[in-house]
């Protein structure tokens, strides 16, 4: 069996501030779950978290186009949110673009620990989490995706890529059964 790993994308308050705290507060109860499993198991975390400049001169271009100003360095809407169990210890990886392997170290990371499969969890499903899932599928890396640790601004866009993406380019998994499977890892 690959090396499993947890990647945890965009969990971040400029994006959870807009939700509604129950909701909010449900996800983020779900992937501590899931981190608790992973370190458990002796897995490897990894966190992912977009952050640009003030000035947006690193930042999407819709975002420079449109003077959209979020998930800027320095504030507290570029950290993760504060529920969240992330420790010193695990990895975290600053990305300017959807995608968490565009222009950031992800690739020798994994490679570094021998990461064969990754199981995704995070915000936007659509967005950040289908790129990332489809970069580790070309890159030959098994995907799994925690249907209760991903969420989105746009239900209808997210309910779409998970169908997409579930037996194709990912498995969608219940936290429940994704816990179970460490066991026997």
Not at 31 to 57: C, K, M, T
Not at 141 to 170: F, P, Q, T
Request: hydrophobic share 45%; net charge negative.
């Amino acid at each position: 069996m690959p090396k499993r790993c947890l990647v945890i994308i965009d969990v971040l308050n400029d994006f959870l501030d807009r939700w509604d705290a129950t909701k909010a507060d449900r996800l983020v109860q779900n992937i501590n779950r899931l981190v608790a499993a992973f370190r458990q198991a002796g897995l490897p975390i990894i966190w992912v978290r977009q952050e640009f400049r003030s000035d947006l001169s690193d930042a999407l271009l819709e975002m420079r186009d449109k003077g959209i100003a979020i998930t800027i360095e320095g504030t507290r809407g570029a950290q993760l949110h504060a529920g969240l169990d992330w420790q010193p210890t695990d990895t975290i990886i600053v990305k300017k673009r959807y995608s968490a392997f565009f222009g950031t170290e992800l690739d020798t990371i994994l490679a570094d620990m021998g990461a064969g499969e990754l199981t995704l969890c995070g915000l936007n499903t659509h967005a950040c989490v289908r790129m990332a899932a489809i970069d580790a599928y070309q890159r030959d890396l098994r995907v799994v995706i925690a249907r209760e640790c991903v969420g989105s601004n746009n239900e209808e866009h997210a309910r779409v890529s998970l169908d997409y993406m579930d037996g194709k380019i990912a498995r969608v998994a219940t936290v429940a059964d994704i816990i179970e499977s460490l066991g026997a890892s």
